[in-house]
């Protein structure tokens, strides 16, 4: 029976590169993926994208790619990777760039595209976003992305036609992972039992670390060795969908039954039906098992035929984020803090600063959980954080300027201040019918 | 005693939708937990942060349970003005529920 293994490269975008080149190198690997697309991460690269039409992938893909193409070489391991972000087709040169440099010869880079929708947007006018009901009509002088979570099709065919690299923009994160499993097993994409339980393997790799124990220590109750060591997950599987999760040996962390069932719930909501573009995936039946030290069998994933829709990310501006802190100590100083926000909120009330939402936090008191503040006496810190959400920049600095004012016009003793502001991009949802996108994939060749 | 004594979790979010997962360390718990904490119960614990409905899906076979809170982020991670705007930390909020 035939049987590959897949390695896990990244988790998030900026996650770190040695766990991933400790995999290629001693993990006996087949595939690496590189899984480095949050839901607002697209939205931002396309950003950079219009500013400049030969940007817009991730900003840590020379970084990468000049330390795995050699890998890539000489431990036969295939990469793929949805580090294309809003640009698919210029990661691509640059990766061929990289390996021409590197004088590698025989390889051959897939670009798959067809997710980036924007251009058609005003096709959706009338869709409204899944989240808030706004119409995309209103919100349309605002929109900055467009891109269709698509599947694992595009991937298996660049795959099937010989890419040693495959570069996509918004796949969905299992989809990375089950496009592979299409390739060597020939699986059909109608078969919905296979495509659930690819898809549930991919749901377990996807954010690299945070099934192999990082995310999940809790000394005393839930202890894990050499966190800070913590080594990315291998998957290993066959062709009826056998499955296991493992970690090098010399690697820190562990895999355990614990730590695959906390990341098999992560970020879902209904566990029968995980929706993605392959499948509706039922992960409701699954079942654990600890084969020996850091490897866990998972079996019971299912699925359902797909939807024939595609969630599709709208990014849109939607003003600017102000924050700014500062810290009080000793008695009185959850006192100083409140006289703090006070000074704070009547100042901006005078200037009749224009702010949608704002909100003060007592960190270390009520900051996570809008807990009632503590014993005042046994405080022995806080720090007051305020946050507001505003429309034009103007009002933003306002608010962090009058925590700056802080020093000098505040209460006693405040110090450490620290002011930022922000775009806020938001991101909303619509569902597009699939015949909809059309994916193309674009080779190229280091020959 | 709290819930920490006998379960782990972890929290996940998708725009304005928080899920918290609930996992017993031991079999024999399942049947407390799922009698102790319904989907009432744990909204009562965050209604501080959590305006809408909580739905509670049950895993036997997992020993686990996983909560989807409905308006709970704040707006969502993007535009949320809370400090932890994901509201990763919200499974230690769970934990800590005296049963």
Redesign the interface.
Same mark, same amino acid.
């Given at each position: 029976m035939k049987t590959i293994r897949i390695g896990s490269g990244a988790g998030y975008s900026d996650d770190r590169l040695e766990p991933a080149l400790e995999i290629m190198e001693k993990g006996n690997v087949d595939y690496i993926v590189f899984e480095c697309l949050a &839901?607002?991460t697209i939205a931002i690269a396309q950003q950079r994208k219009m500013k400049n039409p030969d940007e817009g992938y991730d900003k840590l893909l020379a970084y990468r790619m000049e330390q795995v193409l050699p890998l890539c070489s000489s431990e036969k391991v295939k990469v793929v990777t949805n580090m294309g972000a809003a640009n698919p087709v210029a990661a691509a040169k640059l990766v061929k760039e990289i390996a021409e440099a590197q004088n590698m010869s025989g390889l051959k880079i897939a670009a798959v595209v067809g997710d980036d929708v924007f251009s058609e947007i005003d096709y959706y006018s009338d869709a409204s976003l899944l989240?808030n009901g706004r119409k995309i009509n209103e919100i349309k002088s605002s929109i900055v992305s467009a891109n269709a979570y698509i599947g694992a099709a595009g991937i298996a065919e660049a795959l099937d036609n010989g890419a040693d690299i495959v570069i996509t923009g918004r796949a969905s994160d299992p989809s990375l992972f089950l496009g592979p499993l299409i390739h060597e097993f020939g699986w059909s994409m109608d078969d919905a039992h296979l495509m659930g339980i690819g898809t549930m393997a991919g749901h377990l790799m996807e954010c690299g670390a945070q099934v192999t124990g990082g995310?999940?220590a809790?000394p005393g109750?839930?202890d894990v060795p050499e966190l800070w060591n913590v080594g990315f997950p291998i998957l290993e599987i066959d062709e009826e969908g056998e499955l296991l999760i493992s970690k090098l040996k010399t690697a820190g962390g562990m895999v355990s039954d614990?730590t695959v069932? &906390?990341?098999?719930?992560?970020?879902?909501?209904?566990?029968?039906n995980y929706l993605t573009p392959d499948v509706i995936a039922d992960?409701?039946?699954?079942?654990?098992y600890q084969v020996e030290k850091s490897v866990v069998k998972v079996s019971?994933g299912s699925g359902k035929a797909k939807s024939g829709y595609l969630k599709t990310s709208i990014g849109y501006k &939607?003003g600017y984020?102000a924050e700014g802190e500062i810290s009080y100590g000793g008695a009185g100083s959850i006192e100083r803090a409140e006289l703090a926000r006070e000074i704070i909120s009547k100042r901006l009330e005078l200037a009749n600063v224009q702010i949608d &939402?704002?909100?003060y936090?007592f960190?270390g008191q009520n900051?996570?959980?809008?807990?009632e503040l503590a014993d005042r006496s046994s405080a022995k810190e806080v720090r007051l954080?305020v946050?507001?959400?505003a429309v034009e920049p103007e009002d933003a600095k306002a608010v962090t300027r009058e925590v700056e004012a802080l020093y000098t016009n505040g209460p006693a003793g405040g110090g450490g201040i620290r002011t930022s502001i922000k775009d806020?991009?938001?991101?909303?949802?619509i569902l597009i019918p699939e015949s909809q996108v059309s994916i193309k994939v674009f080779y190229s060749e280091v020959l | 005693m709290k819930l920490?004594e006998i379960a782990? #979790?972890?929290t996940?979010?998708?725009? =304005?939708?928080s899920?918290i #997962?609930l996992?017993v360390?031991q079999q024999e718990d399942y049947a407390l937990v799922e009698e102790k904490v319904t989907a009432d119960i744990v909204k009562e614990w965050f209604s501080?942060?959590v305006h809408g409905d909580v739905i509670r899906?049950d895993?036997p076979?997992?020993?686990?349970f =996983?909560f989807?809170m409905n308006d709970a982020l704040g707006g969502?991670?993007?535009?949320s003005?809370?400090?932890?705007m994901h509201g990763k #930390?919200l499974s230690s909020?769970l934990l800590d529920l005296e049963i």
């Open positions: &839901e607002r989240e995310y999940f809790d109750y839930k614990s069932k &906390e990341q098999l719930l992560y970020e879902i909501h209904d566990p029968a992960f409701s039946q699954a079942e654990v019971g &939607e984020l &939402e704002i909100r936090d960190i900051s996570l959980y809008k807990d954080r946050a507001a959400r806020i991009v938001s991101i909303g949802s | 920490r782990h #979790s972890r996940g979010d998708k725009g =304005n939708i899920n #997962s996992i360390y501080e942060t899906y895993l076979k997992l020993g686990a =996983n989807v969502g991670v993007t535009k003005l809370a400090q932890d #930390s909020k």
